[in-house]
């Protein structure tokens, strides 16, 4: 039996996820992405239990692990420094088998990329589906140039305004404006210690969170109409916002370099698609299910999807069919899950008016006093996933729960 061959088209995390899982299958795989440097684009991600263990599966969960630069107590604040809710990594890995890790994307996107072939990832081109295929034909990719490549399985990671969603499902509603615009940098850590965390505020939040190479990533939103940027700069924007906040947050942005800093609209997926698939045709992360960054689960849910999608995807092209099917089963229902609860946080942290903002403070301290951990157990039936068997065997096992199985 020949090699089945395998396009993905997009190399953010998701697209070169799959490329690994599935390069790890025995499937040839090739990556198509349109940036000419996507390992310099982003800037932090949250790597929750459910993502390291994933991980596990292409050989790069411990790895990941090693890049955890958060040891002290962190939790939840108000704008002036008040905690609202207090948690440490050894009561995440009490509870979900495994500590939180945030890591710088291109540090990942390095790792990911390395565990593929020489020539396998292709950066400055285009690619979109020309035909999906049916379970007895192939699909067809038609890259910028012109070229046309037939193969067994297309990945499509091409984002939340993904053309080959489009494609696939015209009739279907796009994904709708969160609400509320982020701002992400990274920057050198400043000399004064402080605790990771997130602060609430009206209408807007900010996190500090340090990496593993003694920088600092910082993200921010804010509750405005979309498609705003500031006249006089995005750094001006977030000193007006948040420059009077509680420390670190004016030494962050008095370190920041105002063209470092990224600004992106929210959009989270408006209805759920038919189906994660057509043809031979699989949509994946933001391109399925495009959700607001509120539990940290964006990039966690790409790299489930990625693990998943390989797992099904025998090296046999007679059956990638029913192996979609089974992917988009296994998948659709639980991701649309995560996009409806990172939008009922997300709402949370938009609201504007003083006496709302004033009781949810209050409700939040009310609940952190009678059950500790408020954030965590914002992630419970999320972050304790693990792989399907036969991946869930060599998965890291930690302490703490045995998660759940799909």
Not at 85 to 103: C, I, K, L, N, W
Not at 142 to 149: K, N, V
Not at 207 to 229: C, F, K, S
């Amino acid at each position: 039996m020949n090699q089945p061959r395998a396009f993905v088209i997009g190399a953010g995390i998701g697209g070169l996820t799959a490329a690994a899982a599935l390069h790890r299958r025995g499937w040839e795989v090739t990556v198509a992405e349109r940036a000419t440097a996507p390992e310099r684009v982003g800037a932090g991600i949250a790597l929750a239990p459910n993502a390291q263990r994933a991980l596990d599966v292409i050989g790069l969960g411990d790895t990941v692990r090693a890049m955890s630069a958060w040891q002290d107590e962190g939790g939840l604040r108000t704008p002036s420094g008040r905690w609202l809710s207090r948690t440490t990594q050894d009561a995440a890995a009490e509870r979900f088998g495994g500590p939180a890790v945030v890591a710088h994307r291109a540090d990942l996107v390095a790792l990911l990329a390395a565990g593929l072939p020489g020539g396998a990832v292709r950066t400055g081109v285009s690619a979109e589906v020309a035909d999906p295929g049916t379970a007895e034909r192939p699909a067809t990719v038609r890259t910028a140039d012109g070229r046309e490549h037939t193969a067994d399985l297309v990945v499509a990671a091409d984002g939340i305004h993904s053309a080959t969603r489009r494609a696939l499902f015209p009739g279907h509603p796009a994904p709708r404006y969160a609400g509320f615009t982020a701002w992400r940098f990274v920057v050198p850590a400043p000399e004064r210690p402080f605790s990771p965390h997130e602060t609430w505020g009206r209408g807007s939040l900010w996190g500090t969170i340090p990496l593993h190479d003694g920088r600092v990533y910082a993200y921010a939103t804010a509750a405005v109409p979309a498609g705003q940027r500031s006249p006089d700069g995005e750094r001006a924007e977030l000193l007006r916002r948040f420059g009077d906040w509680h420390h670190p947050v004016p030494d962050l942005l008095a370190a920041l370099d105002p063209a470092a800093v990224l600004r992106n609209d929210v959009y989270r997926t408006a209805a759920a698609p038919p189906a994660h698939h057509l043809g031979r045709v699989a949509l994946l992360g933001d391109a399925a299910h495009a959700m607001t960054p509120n539990l940290g689960q964006g990039g966690c849910q790409a790299i489930e999807d990625a693990v998943v999608l390989a797992h099904h995807a025998a090296p046999d092209p007679g059956t990638t069919a029913a192996a979609l099917a089974a992917y988009t089963r296994d998948r659709l229902p639980r991701t649309m899950a995560v996009v409806r609860r990172s939008e009922r946080v997300g709402r949370m942290t938009t609201l504007t008016s003083p006496p709302v903002v004033a009781l949810r403070t209050a409700a939040v301290a009310v609940l952190n006093r009678i059950g500790p951990r408020l954030a965590l157990r914002s992630l419970d039936g999320i972050a304790d996933w693990r792989p399907p068997e036969p991946y869930a065997a060599g998965a890291r096992e930690t302490r703490g729960t045995a998660g759940r199985r799909r």
